[in-house]
């Protein structure tokens, strides 16, 4: 998509004069739009620019569709087969961070050797994994060549731009959190601005010197700028390492992933008031028309969303016991129902301890044993009322998996495909 220029600049955007303003369309990939607010960077090749040796360069028809607008008639249709694939992140964070959900969750990925692409989980015997690049796990989801995946909301939003056919079952899973925003020089000519209006409204963008943003997001950030009425941007392209385009003066600022913010920081760049675009972090997303046709496929769903919600619950409470002394379990329990952060998640359970005395005598206390889920963050204090309540001996325990009668996110998503939840719960689904 770049052109030599390109190349030769090290991916980063060129000098401002080589930039070319006020161009009617916007280009992405294949996908042109008629746009009239932002204009696009002379790195990007347009389709009518036309391919090598001045022949039209042609697409394939699944590119054609992984690279579409969203609510583009899909022509393409995958070949056919009977096997149920999920696609998961090949390298970087996203790949270690989807491995080690997989294995809390006790799902295990057996990949015969690293370089192999194709795995299986031996608990889910029906599914077979297939590792992509982030990005093309979201295209192979648009074709149909992957049925589910896991990506980060960054990814997906800028992949398929609110595309029909695909459907986020799980839009939180707790991993890969961050959010996209702009970043924007401390010093020189920006070192007031503190605000989106401050920034658009600046006197330096004209057609000539439009605000040249980096980029790896230039769906996101054509729409973002488009809505806030910014009228002279030119979005450039790099692979990595944007921070540094301002500092090199190949672009004014950058839009991309923030999560500590030290890399910003580093680079003497800063965020601004109205700047942070999306919240990010890994979702499981499914092709629609794979959910409604392909058999076993919901069971799947089902079963990944009860595994990854139990075990994303859990995380944030210990099981918490304590010996109290009490008249009776209903006279323990009654005690721990009225004090604030004992009630549990239903309500405490508490049975018989059996004590003795010292030499085998008679105890002088009854004591009650009383569970309770604790949430992690309010342990300290839970434990400090159990104490004032007569608690003692008080066991904190990790908590591996919460498991709902049935999934709020599950029920949602059967309602949004027009599903009874009922058909696939207890028993009907894979293997447990
Ligand atoms: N700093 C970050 N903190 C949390 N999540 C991130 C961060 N950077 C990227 N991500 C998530 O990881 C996904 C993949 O990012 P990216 O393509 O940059 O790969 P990477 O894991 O950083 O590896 P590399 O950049 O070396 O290819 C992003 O789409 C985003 O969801
Ligand atoms: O706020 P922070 O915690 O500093 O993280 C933000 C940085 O992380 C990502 O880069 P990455 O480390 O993936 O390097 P890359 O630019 O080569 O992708 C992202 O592109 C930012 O540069
Ligand atoms: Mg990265």
Known sequence: MQTTLGRQLGKV????????????????GNAVRPRQLVVFGSLTRRPEDGGFGGKPLLNSMEDEVANAPAGTPKAYKPPPRDTLRMGLPSKGRMAEDTMQLLKDCALSVYKPNPRQYVAKIPQIPGLEVWFQRA??????????????????????????????????????????????????????????VTSLAQLRDMP???PDTPLRVVTGYHNIARRFFAKHGFQHVVLLSADGALEAAPAMGSADIILDLVSTGVTLRENNLREIEGGNILESQGILVANRRS???RPGLLQIVHELIERF???????????????????SPEAVADLLLQAPGLQGLQGPTVCNVYNRGPNDSAAAHHFYAATICVRKKQLYGAVKALQKLG??????????????????????????????????????????
Request: glycine share 10%; hydrophobic share 35%.
């Open 291 to 293: 959910l409604m046709e």
């Open 204 to 206: 330096d963008w004209t």
């Open 309 to 327: 919600d139990g075990h994303l619950k859990a995380e944030s409470f210990y099981s918490v016991i304590a010996n109290m002394r009490g008249e």
């Open 391 to 432: 608690g003692s001996g008080v066991l904190v325990q990790p908590m591996t998996y919460i498991f709902d009668e049935e999934p709020e996110r599950w029920v949602k998503l059967c309602e949004t495909l027009g599903v009874d939840p009922a058909q696939f719960s207890n028993g009907n689904g894979s293997s447990k």
């Open 135 to 192: 990005s093309d796990v979201v295209r192979k989801l648009r074709t149909g060549d992957v049925d589910l995946g896991i990506v980060g909301t960054d990814m997906f939003t800028e992949l398929t731009d609110g595309d029909p056919d695909l459907v986020v079952c799980h839009e939180a899973l707790g991993f890969g959190q961050c959010h996209l925003a702009l970043g924007v020089p401390m010093t020189g000519k920006f070192a007031n």
């Open 13 to 28: 955007a060129p000098p401002r004069s080589r930039v070319q303003s006020a161009a009617p369309t916007v280009a992405r």
